[in-house]
Structure formats: structure tokens, C-alpha cells
């Protein structure tokens, strides 16, 4: 595709269940982050991907958060345990290299926790 | 540490009218900053970016952006708004976090225009 996919759109799950979150970036964008958006919090960083080094796991805000990236290309966030708390907009973006260039974002995907 | 400040949660203008969205930043060194826009269940779009050259940045939609080293500020500008322009708006710091780079963004200011 020519953007940033995320799916599904949408998620309501009830509190305690492990939810999954995957974002296909742009074809050949070696760097891939992930960001939450709640209501009036702004972006708040979660995990950055770059090629094939270690990912930069800061933002992650508990151990029931988690994140990979397969062959470099797709990305999936697991978040375990859901919590009220997590009910946010969580937001994929991908660039070319990283450092200077601008973000693709994708449409992002609204969980909800029950 | 890096952050970004966007003071203003909400801004109202008409129609017609100019608009300044205000950023303010803190970075140890040059950053490169940017402008995002929003618009409802939408990911975020790039309207300008600053890192070196010409303070005075143009950008798409009309938008232009002045870097202000002496306020580390980087404030939003259009002379003239159209109501499609109501959006959320967000400005974005780009630097080195223990050797990532990873954009920090302000909260977001969200912009609504009267007729």
C-alpha cells in the first residue's frame, strides 16, 4: 500500500484480556515507532524500531507492554492484561532512515477497555 | 531531556482571520522541528519542518512556521484561515534520546473556526 496500515481500526475488549495491535509501515522504511494518544495527553512515545538493531523500548509504560518487528517490516504490539487505563489512540508511524526526516503516520487504532 | 510546549489547548478564530499557534521547546542543541495537523480519525500530516537554513519555513495548506533560537519557539502561522483548516494541531521536536532519535511531540492544539 502507499501508507501506513494499521488494524483493526477499532478494539473494544474487556479488562484482563491481551489485545494485539499490528501496523504494516511504508515498503522500504527502515524505522518504525509507536505512540500512544489519549484524550488531551498529546503523543506519548512507547517503542522505536530501527533496521536490525535493539529496539528503544523507554516508553513502554509496564511489562504487560510489548512489541516486535518481523523481517523488518511488520509491526505488532501486545499489550497484556488490559487495564481501563490503556484505553487510548495508538498510533504507527514509519520513515525512511529516522533521524531528521518526518513520520508517516497511519489512522492509528482506538482500543477500548471495558 | 527534550520536551515541547504547546501553551494553548484551544484556539477559536473566524474565518478569515490569521492564526498563530504557539510552541516553545527545550533541546540542548539545534533540534529539527516540525508541524503536524490531525484532522478527525485521522493519523497526523506533516506541514513543515526546521533544522537549518532560512528561519522562516513555508509549509503546505498555506501554513508557515518562524524559528525563533532566542525563545526556543517554532510558532504556527497563516494569514488567513479557511474552515477546513479546523484541525488538531501538534508541534514536534526531533533529537537524540540516548542515541535514538525519537520525535517528541507537544500536547496538541486543537483549532476551531466560526464562520
Known amino acids: 500500500g502507499a501508507g501506513v496500515s494499521q488494524s483493526p481500526s477499532n478494539k473494544v475488549t474487556e479488562k484482563g484480556k491481551d489485545v494485539e495491535l499490528r501496523c504494516d509501515p511504508i515498503?522500504?522504511?527502515?524505522?518504525l515507532y509507536w505512540y500512544r494518544q489519549s484524550l488531551g495527553q498529546g503523543l506519548e512515545f512507547l517503542i522505536y524500531?530501527?533496521?536490525?538493531?535493539?529496539?528503544?523500548k523507554s516508553g513502554l509504560p509496564s511489562d504487560r507492554f510489548s512489541a516486535e518487528r518481523t523481517g523488518g517490516s511488520v509491526s505488532t504490539l501486545t499489550i497484556q492484561r488490559t487495564q481501563q487505563e490503556d484505553s487510548a489512540v495508538y498510533l504507527c508511524?514509519?520513515?525512511?532512515?529516522?533521524?531528521?526526516?518526518?513520520?508517516?503516520f497511519g489512522s492509528g487504532t482506538q482500543l477500548s477497555v471495558l | 531531556a527534550q520536551s515541547v510546549t504547546q501553551p494553548d489547548i484551544h484556539i477559536t478564530v473566524s474565518e478569515g482571520a490569521s492564526l498563530e499557534l504557539r510552541c516553545n521547546y527545550s533541546?540542548?542543541?539545534?533540534?529539527?522541528l516540525f508541524w503536524y495537523v490531525q484532522s478527525p480519525g485521522q493519523g497526523l500530516q506533516l506541514l513543515l519542518k526546521?533544522?537549518?537554513?532560512?528561519?522562516l519555513v513555508q509549509g503546505i495548506k498555506g501554513f508557515e512556521a518562524e524559528f525563533k533560537r532566542s525563545q526556543s519557539s517554532f510558532n504556527l502561522r497563516k494569514p488567513s484561515v479557511h474552515w477546513s483548516d479546523a484541525a488538531e494541531y501538534f508541534c514536534?521536536?526531533?533529537?537524540?534520546?540516548?542515541?535514538?532519535?525519537?520525535?517528541?511531540f507537544g500536547r496538541g492544539t486543537s483549532l476551531i473556526v466560526h464562520p
Open positions: 508511524a514509519s520513515s525512511p532512515q529516522g533521524a531528521g526526516e518526518k513520520l508517516f
Open positions: 515498503s522500504g522504511h527502515t524505522a
Open positions: 524500531f530501527q533496521g536490525n538493531s535493539a529496539p528503544d
Open positions: 533541546y540542548g542543541a539545534t533540534p529539527y
Open positions: 526546521y533544522f537549518s537554513g532560512d528561519t
Open positions: 514536534a521536536l526531533g533529537g537524540l534520546s540516548g542515541g535514538s532519535y525519537i520525535p517528541t
